[in-house]
């Protein structure tokens, strides 16, 4: 599909309500991980150096309709105010008077931030009459939070329906990474699939069969794959309910040209801590006693070799037990080795999911990749093939 960016509109003169991911983690009254505040910036100074003023709407937290005053976003006005560099107003709410007020008390080249949307049941409802009340305030609507696109809420779907719309420069890179891997990729294109359970990633899997050539599949979830082989995983993470399920996956890949790879060895142990003492067996040769906790040396090198032969990778999920060392080993190699094709411009890389992203940042690898989500659950279901209505609004 196609949408409008912001060289699309003219801003000159226009507020511009715009819809960010706000929502950041605070640790004793401030913000602990300013990630999201950094990522708006662009479409921020954008919109300021078209000529718009930038009202910002965002949720914080789950308040579930009602008031909660530890979750305004008048304790992060201070912080936002610091990243872009200009002055900030804070509404006391996100429709009527407030923002209004805010908006008259602005300085030029200043921006408002709305109290939080979810403070109104109206906007979790996407209630046709608070999307209504938010479109008072503004002439244009920016959605930059892809984040938040998979909800069907009043900033994020309701409002794009009644005001001339378009995407921010976050939503619209974002987009644009997805739409290099699961669109039109260069070939051959690879995934790599990780995590703790089948269950979780059933859609996943069934949507990425039909678009990759390769898929790696890893985490607890291979142990699932072994045990489908027949394969004893001993104590592992595994969902023997699930077998059927990963026979069928199996099939299925075969079916559509798709080659599913697993581990051809594992990094085992007695214990799940950190430092716990490993070795390194055959994926078929788990001892009973034992749980796999990791690929093993000649998957990673499998990998690697895999890699090496495509042309893009999309990524979510890691290969072991990544938080806790000495299991993050397979995580790490695999991931720097994308982020070394990247970065010489052999791959088009793409990850994102919030495992993922801690274990690329723990490995090193993040600012290598060629794009990395900072979206969780939208990111997914784009992944899944799902329509997105933040998105779907847009087109």
Not at 45 to 73: C, E, N, Q, W, Y
Not at 265 to 272: Q, S, Y
């Amino acid at each position: 599909m196609s949408w409008k960016t912001l060289d699309d509109l003219d801003l000159a003169g226009k507020v511009v309500l715009t819809r960010v991911d706000l929502n950041v983690p605070m640790q004793d009254g401030a913000v602990s991980d300013a990630t999201r505040i950094e990522r708006i910036v662009p479409t921020v100074r954008d919109i300021l150096a078209a000529g718009g003023t930038p009202v910002l709407l965002a949720h914080f937290g789950r308040p579930k309709g009602k008031v909660v005053a530890d979750m305004s976003l008048e304790q992060i006005v201070s912080t936002v105010e610091e990243h872009l560099g200009v002055p900030v107003r804070f509404a006391s709410d996100c429709i009527g008077a407030p923002v209004k007020d805010a908006l008259a008390d602005l300085p030029d080249g200043g921006v408002v931030l709305a109290e939080n949307t979810r403070f109104h049941p109206g906007e979790e409802q996407n209630d046709a009459d608070f999307a209504k009340a938010l479109a008072e305030g503004g002439d244009i609507y920016c959605n930059d939070a892809f984040s938040a696109a998979h909800r069907a809420h009043a900033s994020t779907e309701g409002l794009a329906r009644l005001l001339p719309s378009c995407a921010g420069r976050l939503m619209a890179e974002e987009l644009g990474a997805l739409q290099a891997v699961l669109g039109d990729p260069p070939r051959p294109v690879v995934a790599v699939v990780g995590g703790a359970k089948v269950s979780t990633k059933l859609d996943l899997l069934g949507n990425l069969i039909d678009r990759m050539d390769h898929i790696v599949i890893g985490g607890g979830m291979a142990n699932t794959f072994l045990a489908a082989q027949g394969i004893d995983v001993g104590k592992s993470l595994c969902e023997h309910d699930m077998t059927d399920t990963a026979r069928a996956i199996m099939d299925k890949a075969n079916g559509s040209g798709c080659t599913l790879h697993l581990p051809v060895d594992v990094v085992v142990a007695r214990e799940f801590k950190a430092g716990a003492e490993s070795e390194t067996v055959a994926a078929n040769a788990c001892p009973e006693d034992a749980m796999i906790l990791d690929a093993g040396p000649e998957t990673v090198r499998a990998v690697a070799e895999l890699f090496g032969q495509a042309k893009a990778v999309v990524w979510n999920g890691p290969l072991g037990a990544f938080e806790i060392e000495p299991f993050h080993a397979a995580t790490k190699a695999a991931a720097l080795t994308v982020a070394e094709l990247t970065r010489e411009g052999r791959l088009v890389s793409v990850a994102g999911g919030g495992d993922t992203v801690a274990a690329l940042n723990i490995s090193g690898a993040a600012d290598h990749f060629t794009y990395v989500s900072s979206a969780g659950g939208a990111f997914l279901e784009w992944l899944e093939g799902k329509t997105l209505p933040g998105v779907a609004a847009l087109g």
